[in-house]
């Protein structure tokens, strides 16, 4: 019976111990998001490593990304785009920036060329045919 308590308390102070040991919550480059825009999309990327204790539930870890007021294209890869923050039950753990992990073109010049066609079509039709 001794061995046997013995290999249980054994069991659960290994338990505890790994539990307890602080790790990556969130490691460097692991994927906390994405970008949409009209022009393309990116993943978004926790930019370094948030080390706390694992909680014992998995579910009650919740990493949440917060895009940054007013982003707009052009952005290029690696470029902050909000922050990521890590919460367990007992509260913020920490928190890094947010980055995109690849380029998300601007509007091109595309459509100053359909305004300016539109421009030129609207004064032939007024002004008619040359002499």
Do not use: K, N, Y
Not at 14 to 21: N, T
Not at 51 to 56: E, K, M, Q
């Amino acid at each position: 019976a001794f061995v046997d308590c013995a290999a249980l308390l054994d069991f659960g102070f290994h338990r505890e111990e790994v539990l307890d040991r602080p790790t990556a919550l969130v490691g460097a480059d692991e994927q906390v998001g994405a970008l949409l825009f009209d022009t393309g999309a990116s993943s978004v990327m926790a930019a370094t490593d948030v080390v706390g204790v694992r909680p014992a539930d998995p579910a009650a870890l919740h990493v949440d990304f917060t895009l940054s007021p007013g982003l707009e294209p052009p952005i290029a890869a690696g470029d902050p785009v909000g922050t990521v923050e890590v919460r367990t039950p007992s509260g913020v753990v920490g928190s890094t920036d947010a980055i995109a992990a690849s380029s998300v073109p601007g509007p091109g010049p595309g459509w100053v060329v359909d305004l300016l066609a539109s421009m030129v079509e609207v004064a032939g039709s007024i002004l008619g045919p040359g002499p």
